[in-house]
DNA sequence: CTGTTAGCGCCTTCAT
DNA sequence: ATGAAGGCGCTAACAG
């Protein structure tokens, strides 16, 4: 197993030192182009790769990013990273992934090996927002390594995030469902405790308001993101003595279930029930029955995340730059909520 | 910015050397139980963390592990690290994702900065075969640095791989639609220089063959995998003098283009003709005329690699493991190409 | 321009 | 059981 061969063993080589090695590799003015070619040339020939390990240790930096999600095989999710990654990479940047499964202990864990593999940044989706791992969030902010949060942010001085309008995505999909002469319009919400969802809530309600319609606390549901919950949601709501006559869902697979459910009991959709959904997830569209959804722009999401990363490194400023950065939600108004032409 | 805590700094701090800390720190029994307690406290007291950099620079190993994929924002590819990761998390690695895009020349890049990024492994999904970026794998090979193909693997002397049995997935797909009663049955393929496609192809001719059913070449069509790509192909095969009345499709996403495209016609799904697909994406079985397709278990494929990293990696044998790990695909019969019942 | 020295933080012989 | 020294591979500071 022939060893690696070092900018030592060049220097040797060419009975010079390791120094001038290492100015001719890195475009050091200081150095004769004489021994820069003759550098480059048996570099290359002696087949020399940089250890980029010396380099972080001696640098401390790692070139390394970490970003933390709640799991990586959801579409929203991987976009986001795939975003991340095509701006990232061409930066020398490399992308370590880290899934936490909802689970707050292992979100910890996970920033706290982030930290000390050296990453140049975090950036991540936090699992939940309790108090509790504030304390790790500031041994971040400490050790100044940029944090980005993307979607699911906390709201921290001093740190960089970028969302959705998930209020404005809200808005948006209950105004159209109540365009569509929808008059009775439920909302399955999420987790209370992560602010998509409480502004996406938000959003509903003050469409609702906007527009003369009074609020039902019967007609809020909190389910989880699953065809399951949906169907579930369904059936309580349409047990109620005024049922609804559409829903607005803040998951795509609940208002998936929602759909089967509504079919199930016979009900039409969207000639007597409208549905619209959040997320845009890919089989939204692909669908006979298409469901209206709300976009996130993951993709655009991550390479925010990421120049917002970029601005923050490469920056020379003193004091902290905080960046945030809100996108704007799309409609895609499909079958399931389009009951008049477009 | 406090600068961070080394055992130089908890070294001086209780009057002792480096050395002394360090092995307090590691387990390192040749030290006395009390100043093993007192180096411990004082670390955590002065909030020590291990400098993963330093110790991978002198170790030889990163604890990082790269996983080479076309495009990450895929369900089966995510799904493929899902399983990576939740393997590797535990044992302490770090997993650094690379898109290819399928880009021959990205993937040599990725598989260079990774080696020079000096990661204790990669599990790759190739993109493509050619000969010419062989030297680039024999490159890895050398350095000792262990290589797992995943799906889309490299036939190479002293490789390990995991895929599944694509040839018993055409095979099984195919068969199953004899068994329904479909007698001319087209195949929509993929880019032959790429194995899993190659195989899928073959198990749906050994099929036929198996039946007496003759092999039609008009009834192969290669198209990518998109769903415009499948509702082409079916314009393509009902313009035959003697159209199928059957599809096996190599990809799921232009099984769904020719289901579109069928329905458009007036033909009537499962009755006239029925379609059968492969990946298991989501939407397969969500759609109201839910698609049969062939299951890859891709998580069970990430889990599988990753332990046979493992294996390698803590083998002390001299000589190299090389390990062809096969999986069994699993048919999800569903209502495009169920006519019968089960 | 080039060589010398030192250090990034850690571990591991080799002495003691 | 502990200390001293050296090295992983690279760059930066300081001399010449």
Redesign the interface.
């Known amino acids: ?2 060893k ?1 061969t070092t900018i030592y063993d060049i220097a040797k080589k060419l009975d010079t030192t390791a120094a001038t090695v290492s100015r001719a590799l890195n475009n050091n003015p200081k150095i004769s182009a004489s021994t820069r070619k003759l550098v480059l040339e048996t570099a290359a020939q002696m087949n020399y ?6 380099l ?2 001696q640098s401390g930096k ?3 990013i ?1 970003v933390i999600v709640p ?5 929203f999710f ?2 986001v ?2 975003g991340i ?2 701006e990232l ?1 061409p930066e ?1 940047y ?6 936490t499964h909802e689970n707050e202990k292992r979100e910890i864990e996970n920033i ?7 990453v140049d940044g975090i950036l991540m989706s936090a699992s939940n927002v309790s108090k509790e791992n504030n304390s790790i969030i500031k041994r971040v902010i ?3 390594v940029p944090l980005i949060f993307f979607d699911r942010k906390k709201n921290i001085d001093g740190v960089s995030s970028v969302t959705i309008n998930d209020f404005e995505g809200g808005y948006l999909a209950t105004k159209h469902l109540i365009g569509e002469g929808c008059t009775k319009i439920a909302h399955l919400t999420g987790d209370q405790s992560l602010e998509i969802y409480e502004n996406r809530n938000n959003g509903y309600k003050k469409a609702l308001q906007d527009s003369g319609i009074e609020y039902n606390e019967d007609y809020i549901i909190q389910t989880k993101s699953s ?1 399951e919950a949906g169907r579930q949601a369904v059936e309580k709501l349409l047990k109620l003595k005024n049922p609804p006559n559409a829903i607005f869902s803040s998951s795509d697979f609940a208002a ?1 279930g929602a759909i089967q459910e509504l079919k199930e009991q016979g009900i039409r959709i969207p000639e007597d029930f409208c549905v619209f959904g959040f997320g845009n997830e ?2 939204t569209k ?4 298409s469901i209206s959804s709300v976009d996130q722009s993951p ?1 655009e999401m991550g390479k925010m995340a990421a120049q917002v990363f970029l601005e923050q490194v490469n920056s020379t400023e003193k004091f902290k730059i905080e960046k945030k950065v809100v996108l704007n939600p799309e409609l895609h108004i499909r079958k399931s909520s389009l009951r008049h032409a477009l």
Chains 1, 2 share one sequence.
């Open positions: 197993m022939n690696k790769k940089q250890n980029k390990l010396a972080a240790l790692s070139g390394n970490g799991r990586i095989d959801s579409n991987a976009s990273i795939r990654e095509d990479q020398g490399h992308v370590i992934i880290c899934q706290n090996t982030l930290l000390n593999a050296q400490e050790k100044n065809v998936l890919p089989f692909f669908m006979e029955l993709m």
